[in-house]
Every structure is written in structure tokens, then in C-alpha cells.
């Protein structure tokens, strides 16, 4: 263990000394920031179109005055999920890559297995480092969220906002961790740097982008904005009563979108902080009920990648300099 230590410790000193762990941490704090202030202003907006109306309901003498739109203060993230999702994912492709990648240009992998027993403790003492890099990362952009919803936004934080901003930044490292857990084993087993690259750009493309956009256009509630069926008036019950004689399809669609993590991340976080109508204003067991097999997903997939990851290291002469 005191092996893995020093290895991590090493890691995170080079880290350090890299610009871009604050490129990572400048941007996805600004999108975050950015993505609140979108959000609230979008609902200061509709709040003007409100009292608008209600003004003109009532100048016309009626007493019948609709529902005021209602500030959900961790659906203002929604952006900001959505900017976590897919850069904080390339961030860490990008991380994991350059921390092995550097070992080769500089021709160093002699020097580290004269610290180290194997090559498995070397991939696995990198790992180590980024995973607390990572757990760092995300608990500033937790912070920043919270903040950000607070001031911009204007809404009270309460520990049942903290606790879900909480378990989605646990996600979010869960999430993170698969990504450069893959770059590791990929650039270790690849003998060309570029060719790792280009095999780890097209693996973040078709993961976090291709896979859940085909599932997306395959959902016909998301054929028009606000929902198919919420513009057509059609109520859940019915809504289901009619996806029931599409089920063969819908289980294809679904199947599709959980081979992704990036979904799977997507669909927890989003029901976590009630972006998910259906979650909003729910208990935490609730959400749990209906979420618990992406959670499940996810630390597989995150698992499996260690796995590929520490199996990597068994090929690390591949890093000497022919």
C-alpha cells in the first residue's frame, strides 16, 4: 500500500505542476456558473410572463388566476450536469492519457519499476493519484454549484440540497474514474502515443455523445420541445398505456442508452437533483427505487475499467522507448 502511496503521491506532484488541472477546474466551474445564470434568468422570465398575465386576468374582472411557475433551486443545474457529462469526461480521457504518455516521451518506465514491484503497481499508483485528483476536482465543483444557485440564483440551500449535490458529485467521480481508467489501460497498451489518442477520442465520442443522441431521437417524447405527450394533453397513465404496445421497441431504445455510462451518470444525477419532473419533490429512497440499476451500472462499468487498467500494466515495457 505504502508502494501505491508513493507512486499516487508522485503522480499528484506532477499534477501540480500541470496547467492543465486548473484549465479542468476553471472551466467546469464557469460552466456551471454560466449554466445558473441561463437558468435564472429563464425563470425570472417566465415569472415576468406570469404576473403579466395575471395582471391582465384580473384588470378583465375574473377571479380564476393560474398556478405561479415554481423555483426548483437544483434543476438550475441542469446545464451544468449536462457540461460535467460530456467535458469532465474528455478531461479525464485527456489526464489519464498524458499521465502515462509523459512516462514514454520521457523515457522513464525503468526509473519508476525501480520504485515499484510491477508494472500493475505502477498503472494502479497513477490511478490512485488521479482518483484523489478527481475527488477534488469534484467536491470544488459541488462547492461552486452550491454557491452558484445561492447567489445567482437566489434560492435557500438547506442540507437537503447539500446532500444532493453531494451524492451527484460522487457520481460524478465514479464517473470520471471510468474515464481515465480506460485512457491508462488504452495509451499502455498501445504502443503509438498518437494512436491511443485518436482510439480514446473515438471511444469518448461514441460513448458520450453518438450512443445517447440515437437513444434520444429514438424516444418520441422527445420529438418536439416540453414532451410529445405533454403537449398532446395525454396523461401519465395513458402515456405508459401506449408505450405498452411499443414495449419491444422501448426496451430496445432503453438498452441502447444504458450501454452508455455517460447515460447512466446522466439518469441518476438528473433524478438525484430533481431535473427529472418525475423525481422532483421526492424522498432520496424514492429516487433510489427507481435509480438504483444505473448506480449499479455505473460501478460496474467503473470496476471493469480498473480492472482493464491494472491487467494493462502487465504490458508496461510497451511505454520503453524502442
Given at each position: 500500500m505504502s508502494e501505491l502511496l508513493t507512486l499516487a503521491r508522485k503522480?499528484?506532484?506532477?499534477?501540480r505542476r500541470d496547467r492543465i488541472v486548473w484549465i479542468v477546474l476553471g472551466t467546469l466551474g464557469i460552466a456551471v456558473v454560466l449554466s445558473v445564470i441561463v437558468a435564472s434568468l429563464d425563470y425570472r422570465a417566465q415569472l415576468a410572463d406570469y404576473e403579466a398575465y395575471v395582471a391582465q386576468v384580473t384588470a378583465s374582472g375574473s377571479g380564476v388566476t393560474p398556478a405561479a411557475p415554481q423555483?426548483?433551486?437544483?434543476?438550475?443545474?441542469?446545464?451544468g450536469m449536462e457540461y460535467v457529462e460530456v467535458l469532465a469526461a474528455l478531461f479525464a480521457l485527456m489526464i489519464g492519457y498524458g499521465s502515462i504518455a509523459k512516462e514514454r516521451s520521457r523515457g522513464t518506465v525503468d526509473l519508476l519499476l525501480t520504485r515499484a514491484r510491477s508494472g500493475t503497481s505502477i498503472?494502479?499508483?497513477?490511478?490512485?493519484?488521479?482518483a484523489i485528483l478527481w475527488a477534488a476536482?469534484?467536491?470544488?465543483?459541488?462547492?461552486?454549484?452550491?454557491?452558484?444557485?445561492a447567489t445567482v440564483g437566489g434560492a435557500a440551500i438547506g442540507l437537503h440540497e447539500i446532500a444532493r449535490m453531494t451524492l451527484a458529485g460522487?457520481?460524478?467521480?465514479?464517473?470520471?474514474?471510468?474515464?481515465?481508467?480506460?485512457?491508462?489501460?488504452v495509451t499502455t497498451l498501445t504502443r503509438n502515443s498518437t494512436g491511443a489518442l485518436l482510439t480514446l477520442l473515438v471511444a469518448w465520442l461514441v460513448?458520450?455523445?453518438?450512443?445517447?443522441?440515437?437513444?434520444?431521437?429514438?424516444?418520441?417524447?422527445?420529438?418536439?420541445p416540453g414532451g410529445l405527450f405533454k403537449a398532446l394533453a395525454i396523461a401519465k397513465a395513458d402515456e405508459h398505456a401506449v408505450l405498452a404496445h411499443f414495449s419491444t421497441y422501448e426496451s430496445a431504445r432503453n438498452g441502447l442508452e444504458v450501454s452508455s455510462i455517460?447515460?447512466?451518470?446522466?439518469?441518476?444525477?438528473?433524478?438525484?437533483?430533481?431535473i427529472k419532473e418525475i423525481y422532483n419533490g421526492h424522498s432520496l429512497a424514492v429516487v433510489w427505487d427507481g435509480t438504483f440499476r444505473y448506480v449499479y451500472g455505473a460501478f460496474a462499468f467503473t470496476a471493469a475499467a480498473l480492472t482493464f487498467a491494472a491487467a494493462?500494466?502487465?504490458?508496461?515495457?510497451?511505454?520503453?522507448?524502442s
Open positions: 503522480e499528484l506532484l506532477d499534477l423555483l426548483f433551486p437544483l434543476q438550475l443545474l441542469r446545464g498503472v494502479m499508483g497513477k490511478l490512485l493519484g488521479l476536482i469534484m467536491a470544488a465543483i459541488v462547492v461552486i454549484a452550491l454557491v452558484a444557485v460522487v457520481a460524478g467521480w465514479v464517473y470520471v474514474l471510468f474515464w481515465s481508467s480506460v485512457a491508462v489501460a460513448v458520450v455523445l453518438v450512443i445517447p443522441q440515437i437513444g434520444d431521437t429514438m424516444d418520441p417524447d422527445n420529438q418536439i455517460s447515460k447512466l451518470y446522466e439518469r441518476f444525477t438528473f433524478a438525484t437533483l430533481g494493462s500494466g502487465r504490458r508496461i515495457h510497451t511505454l520503453r522507448r
